[in-house]
């Protein structure tokens, strides 16, 4: 039975973590469904979200090695890529997101989600880990989505390497809201990007960049508060969701830019609303 939920459990997170859907609050709502809450579930839960970002760490593997310093940026000119490859675009022609720049740009975004998740974060495990505060998440970027699309800037950013500091800052503190679980951190940081008038492909793509580093931070911090639940017995159960969820995630990213080049984020927002008003009738009786 066990190994079972870590394959729901590991295919919640993988295909939900960037999806602008919160994989946290499918997580909670799951795991209060079928009875998998506890401390232990919840390490098994920040272990697993490993999978998830080595999936994003291997698709943009490219953009990840032309970060170090003085490194050139590797690949073949665009015109020569595969258009449907996450990552490849732009990667041989004058690459911007690289080196110190790239670098800066991330510090830039993950920095003020790091420190609001350091002050509050006993208050966030305490009082928003429920089905009912995270269906006022859910509702909550849900609407935001749909307005987003309705009342959508015009378009300035449409690649990767022409998104600047400005844009990066404010995908940094919309970062923040994913500090309340349901919200979704790639809902969150999607709508600051589309906002700035980074188109949602582009902004998408950054955002699943940006994850990288503030979901290690996270996952490091929270593994190490839970040590305590972590037993060598349950290592093959984490590492079936580890891999569940890395393979999902890895699916999840591919099927989200293509999606994104061809339709808004307005089913995700009509999706997370529904989602939100079964949780709050089934949790608040």
């Avoid at 590991?10 to 859907?21: A, D, H, K, M, S």
């Avoid at 509050?120 to 849900?142: D, Q, R």
């Avoid at 508060?225 to 093959?236: G, N, V």
């Amino acid at each position: 039975m066990l190994y079972g939920l870590a394959i729901i459990i590991g295919l919640l997170e993988g295909l939900t973590e960037f999806i602008p859907v919160s994989s946290t609050g499918h997580m909670i709502i799951a795991g209060h469904l079928l009875g998998f809450t506890g401390d232990r579930a919840d390490a098994f839960e920040v272990f697993i979200q490993l999978g998830a970002i080595l999936a994003v760490a291997f698709l943009y593997r490219d953009r990840f090695l032309g970060l170090i310093p003085g490194r050139a940026p590797a690949g073949s000119p665009p015109s020569e890529r595969n258009s449907t490859d996450p990552g490849s675009a732009d990667l041989g022609s004058g690459q911007r997101f690289a080196g110190v720049r790239g670098l800066l740009l991330l510090a830039v975004t993950t920095a003020p989600a790091l420190l609001f998740g350091k002050l509050f974060h006993h208050v966030i495990k305490e009082k928003l880990f429920s089905p009912l505060t995270v269906a006022i998440g859910l509702a909550i970027g849900g609407v935001g989505l749909i307005l987003i699309e309705i009342f959508k800037p015009r378009t300035r950013v449409t690649r990767l390497d022409d998104i600047g500091v400005r844009e990066a800052i404010w995908v940094g503190l919309f970062q923040c809201f994913a500090l309340w679980p349901g919200m979704s951190r790639s809902g969150s940081t999607i709508i600051g990007g589309m906002l700035m008038g980074v188109d949602r492909k582009t902004t998408a793509e950054y955002s699943f960049l940006a994850a990288v580093p503030i979901m290690i931070a996270a996952t490091g911090f929270d593994l190490y508060k839970s040590r305590e639940f972590l037993h060598l017995s349950d290592a093959p159960l984490f590492a079936l969701g580890f891999l569940v969820a890395l393979v999902s995630a890895w699916f999840a990213v591919r099927f989200f830019i293509g999606f994104l080049g061809k339709h808004t984020l307005k089913g995700f927002g009509w999706y997370r609303l529904a989602l939100a008003a079964f949780t709050w009738w089934y949790f608040s009786h």
